[in-house]
Structures are given as C-alpha cells and as structure tokens.
C-alpha cells in the first residue's frame, strides 16, 4: 500500500466521510448485524481487532482456491500464470490486514484494556471460519460473487475508520509509536494512522471491485 503524507491522509477521510457506502449484499449485512450485535455499535479498538481478524479470511481461501486450481491447469500455463498473480496480489493484501492487526493489538495491549478470551478470541474464530467458508464457497461458484463480498467488507472498514478517527481529535496530538512502524507506515500521529489504515481498505476494495468487473472472475 502507498503511505501518503499527512495532508493526503487527511484529504482521503474527507472523501471516505463525503461518500455514500456501498449497497451491501446480504452476506455482508448480516455479518455487520452480527458484530454490532456481539460486540456494540460503539466504535471501540477491541471491535476494530476483530474486524481485522476476520479481514484477512478472504485472502486465505481465494488463495487456498488458486492453488488447486494451479495443480489442475498443468495444461494451460496462460491460465496458470494469471491465477499464480491473482494469489500474489491477494498475498499482499493479506500481509497488509495482518499489520493493521498487529497495530491494534498492541495498541490495545499497552492501553491494558480486558478483553474476554470468549469474546474476542474464541467468537472472532468462529465468525472467521464461517467467513471463511462463504467467501470459498461463492468463489468457486463464481469469484465474482467472492469479490463482491470482500468489496462490502472493506467499504465498511473503510468508512468505520474514518468515522473513529473523526470521534477521537485528541489523536490528532497523540504520537504513533510502534515495534511495527518502520514495517508499516511512517506516520506522527495515532490519527493518521488510522487514516492510513482506512485508505488501505479502500484499496483493498478497489481492488475486489476491479477484479469482479474482470471477464474471467464473472
């Protein structure tokens, strides 16, 4: 993902804030109904963390699907090779949700904030496996439909974000100190963190969406 400067981060909120969500699929607003249910709709760091978590299921079962669909193409090295960059991109996208959840972890961690081992370990698990298993599902159907979904998932994170930062100024004087910084992004401020994070989700769903525009993922 590009790190952009401060008044770029800036400028990417506003327009996050300014545009409408998507019309989300029914898959994607049960799962919202599901987390606002389990964990509130108050926009909380230990909320943020489990959406992360479930984040990166997307990327692990198209990945899982490219890979069998790799050992059956033996034949059509064309087709191979562009599923092979379709894991590779998804890859990185992956690698990019689990920074975000790294970051939140130890935010929350040096914050000492209680988190309820059923809560927020053993539910997001089994939202995770159930996500995962939907996401696989449509992808083999039709990666169209998969793509779709993830795109949904990642404009509410996308929007989640913006509003967080928008609900905490105080981060706009907090420094952003982290093991992970010089991994991820080099950003001063908590807020700007979190606006980065939130551009990266908007990446990551113009990404889904340009690939379900894709003929070959129809």
């Known amino acids: 993902m590009a790190d952009l400067d401060h008044e770029a981060l800036v400028a990417s909120q506003q327009q996050t804030l300014a ?5 989300y699929s ?34 692990q079962s198209w990945e ?22 379709r894991v590779t991109e998804s890859r990185g996208q992956e690698d990019n949700e689990q920074w975000h959840l790294l970051i939140l972890e130890e935010l929350i961690a040096a914050e000492g904030t209680a988190e309820p081992r ?28 998969s793509y779709q979904l993830n795109a949904d998932f990642e404009d509410h994170a996308e929007h989640e974000y913006a509003a967080l ?12 100190e982290s093991s ?12 700007d963190l979190f606006r980065q ?9 113009e990404e889904s969406v340009k690939a379900m525009a894709e003929p070959r993922f129809r």
């Open 64 to 85: 899982q699907v490219a890979y069998i669909a790799i050992t059956h193409t033996h034949r059509r090295p064309d087709f191979a090779r562009r599923v092979f960059d």
């Open 180 to 191: 992970f910084a010089a991994d991820y992004a080099s950003v001063a401020t908590v807020a």
């Open 118 to 145: 059923w809560k927020f370990a053993v539910i997001p698990q089994a939202l995770a496996f159930v996500y995962y298993q939907l996401s696989w599902l449509l992808y083999v159907l039709r990666p169209a439909w």
């Open 26 to 59: 029914p898959g994607a607003r049960v799962l919202f109904g599901l987390l606002d249910l389990v964990y509130g709709k108050p926009r909380t760091l230990s909320k943020f963390k489990v959406l992360e978590l479930v984040a990166r299921v997307p990327y």
């Open 197 to 205: 994070i939130g551009y990266d989700e908007r990446v990551h769903k």
């Open 19 to 23: 545009s409408p969500r998507r019309a």
């Open 165 to 176: 930062v928008a609900e905490h100024p105080e981060w706009e004087h907090r420094p952003f």
